[in-house]
């Protein structure tokens, strides 16, 4: 039987859980709202995994998964809700058939009437069981417009796509760093209520649908 602390405690509890349930919600919805306005930044990780019969096997397709990785405009063909990739040298000209380089540009286009976002290659690395590379929020090399980011992320954004084989496991990932929304300053250019509407439905729903197609085929799922 409860007295009538016990009683008196049980509930004290169950205040305090829900008050600390209402407490998050509000830090989530202020967290949110603080992204919305660029005030903020959000990282994200999306990944695969698909294990083979034997070693043999994974090493095979493991190669076949760095050339899927670094074929970047194959990555259009993923699904009617995926992106479309262009990539494009350091010059700024198409690559039709190339494999993404160091300084190199992908120019992204949303299904949808959306502007193109470009990001430029900073990083590229390819080791026996591990290949990367890494990108960043740019200019669009294809105007004169340098002081532009021409993407809804700003500059200081990073997106990682990897894939490496650990014994008949192949993973691939997308990590996105420091995502912040594009929408304040010089840098935002004209571009800035489009680029918050993008970014925030891009956390909602969309990246998640679109980084799962593509680490689902980095690793032939």
Known sequence: MFSYSDSFLETAFHENKSAMKISNVVDQVQHEAKLAQGD?????????QNTFSDEQAAKEAFAHSVTK??????????SLFASDFALHDPAGQLKPGGSAQMGDYIAITLPGPMPKNWV??????????RAEFTVQPSHDPTKNKPDETAHFFCQEARSTFRVDRSGQTISAFEIGQQERINNEGPQAGERAIINTVIAEAGWLFYQKIQWKLLTDYLVHL
């Open 40 to 48: 903020e930044v959000k990282d994200v990780i999306y990944s695969s």
């Open 120 to 129: 430029q290659i900073i990083h590229l690395d390819v080791q026996k069981n």
């Open 69 to 78: 990785l670094l074929n970047v405009n194959g990555w259009s063909d993923l």
